[in-house]
């Protein structure tokens, strides 16, 4: 079973590792934790000593004989750093070793995931910003900070996300440590779930779409280093850790995001399904039932294609673009005659077709895709978890990137 070092920094929600050391050691990872020496201030020692089993130390001059500051971090399978602080995001961007996790991340060789926590104006500061991208640069997995209630009064970006989900971010990075974390430095941007179009304050037009299958994109692009955002209409499910979430209602509303995003984006994947139409008109108050009985006539027009706009506007060979097709087989075409004809009308890079006779790939926690490259290629994606997809979808992608 691989070893991991939890490093803990101070910050408040040092106590939310506690619990995250415990998904490690139940799972069966050896896992040392080394604190920082402020972080002791919130949990001590005695606590992390008794959930891992091992004796715990914050500075480099205790246990000399045993060289911990090197031995630590050479032993190390994946380095995990949560909360991550601002000052320890400094220390790690500039090479300080001023105490044990400094030292560990500096002799580690293993991935290595920062999972930051700071209120919203210490990350969005300048002096962050830059550290969190030289790390990233170096191929240092630092996840997105949560949004929500931070230690005052105050809610904002800054938030350690979930326990379980920073796990999840680690299970993944130790999984696919033979990809060659070839997304580092890229920037991926995935559309997820179903738009509604809006009939009246109430009613809606929408989909079966759960946001799995983009979600299970983003988590799998994450563990390979990139940074995520992941744009969402009304997802059902949890958003992984570590992506930069917008969420969205309308298919107008995924339009502009997806515009502005791809201007600077490595890829994109539409993995939402947008609304083909909307209401035409859309009215203020709630249509009541009519006393004559008669109903209403709703007159739907067609939304823009968001897919072919982000084609028929990208610069260059970048982003690359990845479409979906949720298809079924008629008496005219199979499934992938259907697919070949609108891989070559939207004109993307490739197309990820999901056969959905039956009711199958909606809302389903495992999937199977065929993945028609505009180039010619296909490949079979075996029915299994939507991670798995998420993971063939970007080996085509890194591919395409690397061309
Ligand atoms: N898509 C889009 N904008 C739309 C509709 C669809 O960008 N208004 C994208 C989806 O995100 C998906 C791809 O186009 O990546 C294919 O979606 P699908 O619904 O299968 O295609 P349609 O163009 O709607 O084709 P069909 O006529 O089969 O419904």
């Known amino acids: 079973m ?10 408040i929600a040092s106590y939310k590792s506690a619990e995250l050391l415990r998904l490690f050691t139940e799972s069966g990872y ?52 949560a909360p991550a602080t601002a000052n320890i995001i400094a220390k790690a961007a500039h090479g300080l070793a001023d105490d044990l996790l400094t030292n560990t991340l500096l002799t580690a060789r293993c991935p290595v995931v920062f999972a930051p926590a700071m209120h919203t104006e210490m990350w969005e500061h300048p002096a962050t910003q830059a550290n969190v991208a030289t790390l990233r640069a170096r191929g240092v997995i630092v996840i997105e900070p949560a949004v929500g209630r931070l230690t005052g009064a105050d809610t904002g970006k800054g938030r350690l996300p979930d326990p379980a989900q920073i796990y999840a971010v680690a299970l993944n990075v130790l999984d696919g440590t033979d990809r060659a974390r070839d997304l580092v430095g890229r920037h991926i941007v995935v559309s997820a779930g179903g738009t509604r179009e809006f009939l009246d304050p109430v009613r809606f037009l929408g989909n079966r779409s759960s946001g799995k299958q983009g979600f299970a994109i983003a988590e799998a692009a994450i563990a390979r280093g990139a940074r995520v955002t992941v744009v969402a209409a009304n997802v059902t499910v949890e958003p992984p850790a570590g992506i930069d979430l917008v969420r969205v209602v309308s298919t107008e509303d995924l339009r502009q995001q997806m515009l502005a995003l791809a201007t600077e984006a490595d890829a994109v994947i539409m993995a939402a399904a947008p609304a083909d139409f909307r209401p035409a008109s859309y009215v203020d108050a709630k249509i009541k039932k ?33 479409g979906f097709a949720a298809e079924t087989g008629d008496e005219t075409a199979s499934v992938l005659d259907h697919a070949r004809a ?12 999901n056969d959905v006779g039956s009711g199958r790939a909606f809302d389903q926690s495992d999937n199977e895709a065929v993945l028609l490259g505009a180039d010619g290629s296909v490949d079979h994606v075996p029915f299994g978890p939507k991670i798995a997809l998420g993971h063939a979808i970007l080996d085509a992608v890194a591919q395409r990137l690397d061309r």
Do not use: M, Y
């Open 2 to 11: 691989s070893s991991i070092v939890l490093g803990v920094a101070g910050g």
């Open 30 to 81: 050896d896992v040392t934790v080394v604190p920082t020496r402020s972080s002791l201030n919130f949990v001590g020692a005695a606590t992390w000593e008794a959930l891992s089993g091992k004796p715990v130390q914050a500075d480099v001059f205790e246990h000399v004989d045993e060289v911990p500051h090197v031995r630590i971090g050479k032993g190390a399978d994946l380095v995990v750093v």
């Open 290 to 322: 009519r006393a004559d009985g008669q109903t209403p006539q709703i007159h739907l027009v067609e939304n823009p294609d968001i897919l072919v706009e982000l084609v028929a506007t990208r610069a260059h060979k970048l982003p690359v673009i990845v």
């Open 342 to 353: 609108k891989l070559e009308r939207k004109g993307c890079d490739l197309l990820v077709v």
